[in-house]
């Protein structure tokens, strides 16, 4: 038997790293940068201990290209190395120089914000290199500076070199494949993305590029709206303003900061996920948060940054861990007080931003019982005709003595299209009901979700029944016709009306109500909703014909005159007439049957002039 120690060489480390460690390319300005920053960071951390006592000076990273040359440089001025140094952290890659140096300066100012945690991310530079040179002189007194230089291959050569200046300078000499990083744009857009936020100041073409101190760094108590507002610019140059936000701040059981927004919603094509970037230490990481955040908090706006948030080796994706998971509670948890808090102090504002919270309320409550046990408290249902907004207490309070069915459930009546469904809301309202409005894209999923988890409640949609039904109470009506008219009167429409998807029933409605009321059945139009959205296997169901009741007011002055009529062709079309009219009203009346009630209708307008 034979026992050894598996080894990991630079022959199987560098095609590793071209070809799988990274799959975009662009990656490697952000390890490199990263590094420049973690030496200068750890050079401050030397200062603030006493064991630097030389000269700060300029700390600011440079990052230039050189077209001819065909190179890009990035030089810093922090902690350098020495030849023994750049021997242990670039050429034994096993050995990670942050890890090592978080260890000994562990809880001391600024030894935490460690970006390089790998130990690789140097090795993403011959992605796009021919040849990487590092030139670095350390900070330690009497220091030689040295030069390293390798291209790609397991050999690599080092010596001593001229270098007046502390720090170090990766010189990377661009392969034929990537040119296209020494385009002065392209290099611009890439530290813009991954850089903007760093804590040091990052200079190409003379120019800083990032903001070192963003807002999500400091002390809510230090921050006024304007400066949040600002921010927001600063991340989306071109977004309306945002409604409001949420500082997040917490360092236990997890160190999380961040800043998220509330965006305006008008309208369903603005809806835009992915506008949540994630950052370590200030580094951009990805917009790729779904895990991190809520699924009904995607379409926020902002910035989460978290050192504690597992990444893998390329940092491009996230590791399964329990901070993730606790993260996400927090988020819920943060959004849900602040939503409760403006509730609670500026009612009248909350409600004019409904439009656009109401989508993220809704959904959370939906997809989430910790948040729908907080939102219960302060979700609002918006009346019919606006302005007039209900709690769900409040709503039961003012709704429940008419509302309430034989079941003893609530009956909440909602609109999904005000304007198409008017002459049914002003039906229901005349009964001393209160109709709320539910248009937007989550709100059929919502009512679903809700009537399971909310107790005794139940909705329907203001055109699901006459405004007599909506609220069943096993009640009776009776007619002004004899058993006799009522007889003839239902021949005359089963006659006419004879779509086997329509069943037409007599009612005693008020003199007042329309003669004929077309609706659809709330369970059923519910399936068919469902099935047209779900696909897959239901799609039969969303295909089948509208169920559809015919309710005949048999107390509506029009039948009296009709069955006076002696002419029975003449009645015959004056009842289909009015059940054609109550079709139309729903938008059921198309094709042939359109246009023979356009025709039949000047007929009968021809027939009452003669």
């Keep these: 038997m034979q026992k050894g120690a598996i080894r990991v060489q630079t022959e199987n480390i560098f095609p590793i790293i071209k070809k799988f460690l990274y799959s975009d390319h662009e990656i490697f300005i952000r390890e490199l940068v990263s590094n420049a920053v973690d030496a200068t960071q750890k050079l401050k951390t030397l200062a603030s201990a006493g064991e630097f006592n030389g000269e700060l000076g300029d700390l600011s990273i440079e990052v230039s290209v050189d077209k001819e040359k065909k190179t890009i440089t990035i030089a810093d001025h922090g902690i350098g190395m020495t030849g023994e140094e750049v021997d242990k952290y670039i050429n034994q890659v096993a050995f990670s120089g942050a890890e090592e140096f978080l260890k000994k300066y562990k809880g001391q100012e600024n030894g935490t914000n460690i970006i390089g945690h790998f130990g690789l991310g140097f090795y993403s530079s011959f992605m796009v290199s021919s040849k990487v040179e590092i030139f670095s002189r350390s900070w330690k007194p009497d220091a030689e500076a040295v030069r390293w230089e390798c291209d790609g291959s397991p050999e690599y050569t080092i010596e001593t070199t001229e270098k007046a200046e502390r720090g170090t300078s990766i010189v990377m000499h661009i392969n034929e494949e990537s040119e296209e990083f020494l385009e002065d744009g392209r290099i611009r857009n890439i530290l813009e993305k991954f850089c903007k936020f760093l804590p040091i100041p990052i200079k190409f073409e003379g120019n800083q590029i990032n903001n070192t101190s963003p807002a999500w760094t400091k002390k809510p108590s230090d921050l006024t709206n304007e400066d949040y507002q600002n921010f927001y610019k600063e991340l989306y140059p071109f977004a309306e303003a945002p409604l409001f936000w949420i500082h997040l701040n917490v360092d236990y059981p997890f160190n999380l900061t961040g800043i998220l927004y509330f965006p305006k919603i008008t309208k369903s094509y603005e809806l835009q996920k992915d506008k949540i970037n994630l950052y370590s230490n200030q580094v951009y990481v990805t917009d790729e948060v779904k895990d991190i955040v809520p699924e009904f908090l995607m379409l926020l706006h902002g910035v989460i940054d978290s050192p504690d948030i597992p990444l893998n080796v390329s940092r491009s994706y996230l590791q399964g861990d329990p901070n993730v998971k606790k993260i996400n509670g927090y ?149 002004v016709l004899s058993k006799e008219q009522e007889g003839t009167l239902k021949d005359l429409f089963t006659s006419q009306v004879t779509q086997p998807n329509i069943k037409v029933e007599l009612k005693g409605l008020t003199a007042d109500a329309q003669p004929v009321i077309v609706t659809r059945p709330e369970f059923m139009r519910r399936m068919k909703d469902m099935a047209a959205m779900g696909g897959g296997a239901m799609n039969w169901y969303a295909n089948m014909p509208d169920e559809i009741n015919m309710t005949v007011n048999a107390n509506h002055p029009v039948y009296t005159q009709i069955l006076k009529e002696g002419n029975q062709e003449l009645q015959q079309k004056q009842i289909r007439n009015l059940a054609d009219l109550a079709l139309l009203s729903q938008n059921l009346l198309t094709g042939a049957d359109l246009t023979a009630f356009v025709n039949r209708s000047v007929e009968l307008m021809g027939a009452q002039k003669q």
Excluded: C
């Design 331 to 479: 988020i819920t948890r943060k959004v849900a007080d602040k939503l409760d808090e403006i509730f609670r102090n500026d009612r009248k504002s909350f409600e004019e931003k409904w439009d656009s919270i109401g989508l993220f309320v809704k959904y959370g409550m939906m997809t989430d019982d910790k948040f729908l046990e907080k939102a219960n408290k302060f979700i609002v249902l918006e009346d019919v005709d606006g302005g007039q907004f209900y709690t769900l207490q409040e709503y039961r309070d003012a709704a429940s003595a008419l509302q309430t069915n034989k079941d003893n459930k609530l009956v909440i009546l909602y609109a999904t299209n005000p304007v198409q469904q008017d002459s049914y809301i002003q039906a229901a309202k005349a009964k001393g009901y209160k109709v709320i409005k539910m248009e937007t894209l989550v709100d059929a999923a919502f009512i679903n979700n809700m009537e399971m988890k909310w107790e005794n409640t139940a909705f329907t949609r203001v055109d699901a029944d006459i405004a007599d039904n909506l609220i069943d109470k096993n009640e009776n009506d009776t007619t």
